[in-house]
């Protein structure tokens, strides 16, 4: 026959439910083995900017970039902000846009689960996933392409804030754009869509300084640009910074756009972030 | 496995009239449409109460307003003597739902989900003793993505019941369950209330109704139209006995309050009467005709004998 459960449920005065903190770990965990079982999205967050430096280095290898950079080492700096944008930014939009559809927030929902907890899961698979991603591309452009790295410490620690930065950026505007109406499957073009445009609008592919300028000044409003700027001032020499717009690195600035959207970001998802698809 | 006891809770006879779920005048309107139109009902705690009614007659907005994910457009909702709109973290500990979606990753297996979400809860019931009591054993490490309708509904309700709730909530739990996982659930909710947990479920499913509720309420169109225990519904419509035979050929039929005399009547006649039923009418006939759908059941005496 059945087995019938035991254990009555205790009635009345239960203790308090886990904290926030707790369950966001657990989200952490739960989060990086769905990433991982989902071969799809692996191989398009690790493979693309591994990719693409490939094909660029091939095609526009012995070309220059302002200041006399080689291409390559003006690329990586480039495309290791756009992996950075495809483990964040899209990667969370895409995610939470179809967990919402096929009824994985409502149960969230239903279990009482603070979204807080919820976005911090989201929040540290996307810190180890673009770890993990900058763990291949970086050692591929040194050993195949002889890019240099970050040359001392302070490189490398800018380096640190900037991708630190960045990805919680992208985090949080995944969040918000996962909110956008329409099905999971049309937030995902979008999304795709917009990720690519911008990459050509900050400068990845193209020496920033040769945009026409309408596009230079759209593209100071996202925060790919600055991520873009802040990895060439890790990976490019002092001299470079002279090719700027500004004719440095703008590093204050660069740290301030970064955080100012990483605070508006949050502000949005909490007030436009719904467990549902909109209410009947 | 724990052994703890529960206090022993006032049983059917006792007074229990405390209820776990309070609704008065419950509107709720997409557009200009009522979905639920006035609707009054009290489940009193330690019951299953069934909520039995037709698709589109307002089980789910009903039951989604009392979890507290959809706002009511006017009434009065307590559940667990809380209003659902605000009710917060400690108020969903003490609730169970297993709703009609699916939330749990495809790419986890049975008990990877059990696992995972056992981590929500102050405490929890064993996986284990979860996967058990949904017949889930041969089914533990496969992925959500390879699993049957019914087996996916199945998962539903072991999470539901998970955090050991007071008060459960089950929106047609057993759609898409062969028969012996229908009555596999009818244990598992049956020992839920054994155990003091109060139960609220939509089905249409009249035997479902029939086997585990202590009170069922009908809706239609928005409405409670009627509760009772399930072998007292439409008591006035049971009384009605149809009597039919055959005479000369043709099938005739009385429907009447005491068929006793209409067949001493016909009995005492000479010679045989072929075909000759009383019925009265079933569950189901009750049913349809309390949600306004056309059935075969009388509504009022009617012919006379000869």
């Known amino acids: 026959m059945t087995a019938v459960l035991p254990s009555p449920p205790a009635v009345r005065d239960r203790p308090a439910p886990p904290s926030a903190a707790r369950i966001a770990l657990r ?34 290898g012995g070309d220059e970039r302002p200041g006399d950079v080689p291409f390559t080492h003006y690329f990586l700096a480039g495309i290791a902000a756009t992996g950075i944008m495809l483990t964040s930014f899209q990667a969370i939009g895409t995610s ?9 927030l409502e149960r969230l929902q239903l279990l009482g689960t603070p979204p807080v907890a919820y976005f911090a899961g989201k929040a540290g698979q ?94 100071a409003l996202f925060p790919l640009k600055w991520l873009t700027q802040g990895m060439r001032s890790a990976f490019l020499p002092e001299e470079a910074a002279a090719f700027e717009v500004a004719g440095s690195w703008e590093h204050g600035r660069t740290a301030l756009v970064l955080a100012a959207w990483v605070i508006i970001g949050a502000v949005v998802c909490v007030r436009t972030f719904r467990w549902r698809r909109a209410d009947g | 496995m724990t052994t703890t006891q529960a206090a022993p809770r006032p049983g059917a006879t006792a007074t229990q009239r405390e209820t776990a779920v309070r609704v008065r005048g419950l509107v709720k309107r997409y557009g200009n449409r009522a979905v639920v139109d006035g609707l009054d009902l009290d489940v009193f705690r330690g019951e299953v109460f069934a909520l039995l009614g037709p698709n589109g007659a307002g089980k789910t907005t009903t039951i989604e307003i009392l979890e507290g994910v959809r706002k009511p457009d006017g009434g009065e909702v307590r559940v667990l003597g809380v209003d659902p709109a605000r009710g917060g973290r400690a108020w969903r500990a003490r609730l169970g739902v297993v709703s009609q979606g699916e939330g749990a990753p495809q790419e986890l297996s049975v008990r990877e989900v059990l696992d995972h979400f056992a981590g929500y809860h102050v405490t929890s019931r064993p996986t284990e003793e979860l ?4 017949g889930l054993e041969e089914k533990a490490g496969t992925r959500i993505a390879r699993l049957s309708g019914g087996q996916r509904r199945r998962l539903e309700v072991a999470l539901g019941v998970q955090g050991r709730p007071e008060l459960v909530f089950l929106d047609e739990p057993t759609t898409g369950m062969d028969p012996v ?103 189901e006939d009750v049913y349809l005709s309390l949600v306004g759908a056309p059935s075969t059941v009388p509504t009022a005496p009617e012919g006379d004998l000869r």
Do not use: C
């Open chain 1, 27 to 60: 989200r952490v965990g739960l989060e990086l083995k769905l990433f991982f079982r989902e071969r799809q999205q692996v191989v398009f967050s690790f493979a693309y900017p591994v990719i693409m430096l490939v094909i660029f280095a091939a095609v526009l």
């Open chain 1, 96 to 104: 939470i846009a179809t967990e919402r559809e096929n009824g994985q």
């Open chain 1, 126 to 219: 996307v810190l180890v996933t673009t770890a993990a991603q900058l763990a291949l591309l970086l050692p591929l452009a040194h050993y195949a392409y002889d890019v240099p790295m970050p040359p001392d410490v302070q490189h490398w620690l800018t380096f640190a804030w900037v991708a630190v930065l960045g990805a919680l950026a992208g985090t949080v505007l995944g969040v918000a754009v996962s909110a956008l109406r329409g099905s999971a499957a049309s937030v995902t073009t979008g999304i795709s869509a917009f990720a690519i445009v911008l990459q050509f609008f900050s400068g990845v592919f193209f020496g920033f300084t040769e945009l026409p300028s309408w596009m230079q000044q759209t593209a």
């Open chain 2, 131 to 134: 996967i058990a009591a949904v």
């Open chain 2, 181 to 283: 996982a229908r009555r596999q659930f009818w244990e598992l909710i049956r020992g839920l209330r054994a155990d003091g947990a109060t139960v609220l479920l939509t089905t249409h499913y009249l035997d479902e109704a029939a086997e585990l509720a202590d009170r069922v309420g009908v809706i239609a169109d928005g409405r409670l139209v009627e509760v009772a225990p399930p072998d007292q519904l439409g008591a006035d419509l049971r009384r009605l006995a149809r009597v039919r035979w055959t005479e000369d050929g043709a099938v005739r039929e009385v429907r009447t309050e005491s068929p006793a005399a209409v067949l001493r009547d016909l009995l005492s006649g000479p010679g045989d009467v072929p075909g000759l039923t009383v019925t009265r009418p079933s569950l």
